[in-house]
């Protein structure tokens, strides 16, 4: 699937994403980690009151540690180039960027609404959480590749053979299960919102194209 992603916008993204986590850790290196988080990383907290807005973007290019760039760039560069040649460079763009954007919305609203008690902190977030990282966006990718292809087989952390839409359900809830009951900083909220808006889109596709969105389906997923 990553074949040639460098020609089209997953490498483009991909190194944008390299670069900005260097930029950030030069960056925590002079003004110190405290000081560049609040003022990059979204925070539902400060979004509501209307301040910095622009951490809708920049969060979505930064990562807290190389682990977490490399395991969100793996899954792009496999997810990515796949889905531009599936669908198109442009309408890839739209569901990348559109989806990181809902799943930050996501985690905003619900980390606010819900996340003010203990047990609704662990499963939707505290308002005063800081969060970065591509996922949402890629997880928008991969819930589009759940409506078109449901049934080609992935392999859910390089092991787990399952079809695509099962991935994708049991992905977001076993990580949503997993981080609420040992309190890990997962950012499960943006998983969701990045996941509807690939489905929504998914499902927008195939009754606008109707005849191509089938083949596709046959084509990759034998159904």
Excluded: C
Excluded at 28 to 37: C, K, L, N, R, S
Excluded at 137 to 147: E, N, P, Q, Y
Aim: charged share 10%.
């Amino acid at each position: 699937m990553g074949k040639g992603i460098f020609n089209g916008y997953t490498g483009i993204i991909v190194l944008i994403n390299v670069v900005a986590f260097i930029v950030y850790l030069i960056l925590q290196a002079i003004f110190g980690p405290i000081y560049i988080d609040h003022l990059l990383a979204i925070q539902p907290f400060m979004i509501l009151q209307g301040k910095y807005l622009w951490t809708f973007v920049t969060s979505m290019f930064l990562h807290v540690n190389i682990g977490h760039l490399f395991a969100n760039m793996i899954s792009l560069i496999f997810v990515g180039g796949f889905i531009e040649k599936l669908i198109g460079k442009k309408r890839f763009l739209y569901v990348y960027f559109i989806g990181g954007f809902v799943a930050s919305l996501f985690f905003v609203f619900l980390a606010n609404f819900f996340g003010t008690s203990v047990l609704g902190e662990r499963f939707f977030g505290n308002p005063m959480l800081l969060a970065m990282g591509a996922s949402g966006a890629i997880f928008a990718l991969m819930g589009l590749l759940a409506v078109l292809i449901p049934r080609m087989k992935v392999l859910v952390f390089f092991i787990i053979p399952l079809p695509m839409w099962a991935a994708m359900v049991g992905l977001t809830f076993v990580l949503w299960i997993f981080s609420a009951s040992f309190s890990l900083p997962i950012g499960n909220t943006a998983h969701l919102g990045g996941l509807f808006v690939g489905v929504v889109y998914g499902v927008y596709l195939k009754i606008k194209y109707p005849r191509k969105t089938k083949m596709i389906s046959q084509y990759f997923g034998g159904n």
